[in-house]
């Protein structure tokens, strides 16, 4: 009698079943996480299809917010996933970052307050390990121009520097700025450099004609802003 061997992959379902095929019907709000990492995946490894995989991935670390501060150290236990696979999840949740500040930026939106400026930022810097410097540039209306990098520090220091920030306000127009910054200890209280530091930064940006409306420290899920304290 001959041998056959049981299909199981994601090519045995139904085509409506299948999330490529489900995607492109339905749209991809209709696909659960486990089958819109599975697209990415596009295939399982030994005796796991894809859908299989991405479930277990996504029981690993809990959300794609968790998966996006990760190195490939994290991923050993998944026998079979190589580099490629690895580096498309990445690469797809960094896309999903830069399109909400683009979309930010580009829309001009409206700062009114601190807790504006943390809704945009906070997702980006919260589960960080290193610190990174952030600064908003605003035109006059108090409407974001830009929103870039200044500096990436080690585990617990990033060393901005007030000339390169003035320099790129004056040369976006920017009539005022917000400093943001992390702390990957997740105490958003401010350090004695981070006073030192938002006061030399507004006696320069005060010669110039710009004005330093905020520095916000995020600490995980909380925050401290200078100008609410």
């Known amino acids: 009698m001959k041998k056959t061997n049981r299909i199981t992959g ?4 139904p085509i409506d079943d299948r999330p490529r095929e489900k995607l492109l019907k339905k749209g991809a709000g209709a696909l659960s996480d486990s089958e819109l990492l599975a697209i990415l995946l596009r295939t399982g490894t030994k005796g796991t299809s894809a859908i299989d995989l991405a479930r277990a991935i996504l029981k690993k670390f809990g959300s794609f917010r968790s998966m996006a501060h990760t190195d490939t150290r994290d991923w050993k236990e998944f ?8 580096a ?35 997702p980006q810097l919260r589960d960080l390990k290193t610190e990174v410097f952030k600064v ?10 830009d929103i870039s990098d200044t500096a990436v520090g080690t585990v617990d220091k990033a060393f901005p520097i007030v000339r390169e920030i003035i320099h790129a306000a004056l040369q ?30 507004s006696a320069a940006a005060d010669l110039l004609g710009i004005e330093v409306l905020d520095h916000i420290i995020v600490g995980g899920a909380d925050y401290y802003s200078f100008s609410d304290n």
């Open 10 to 13: 994601i090519k045995s379902w």
């Open 79 to 86: 026998k079979g996933l190589g580099g490629a696979k690895i």
């Open 88 to 122: 498309h999840i990445q690469a797809a949740l960094e896309i999903g970052r830069r399109y909400r500040q683009d979309d930010v930026s580009t829309g001009k939106q409206k700062v009114a307050s601190a807790k504006d400026v943390v809704d945009i930022i906070m």
């Open 136 to 145: 908003v540039y605003l035109d006059n209306n108090n409407r974001i121009i």
């Open 172 to 201: 976006k127009f920017a009539k005022s700025i917000v400093c943001v910054h992390n702390h990957p200890s997740g105490n958003a209280a401010p350090s004695a450099q981070d006073k030192k530091f938002t006061e030399d930064l």
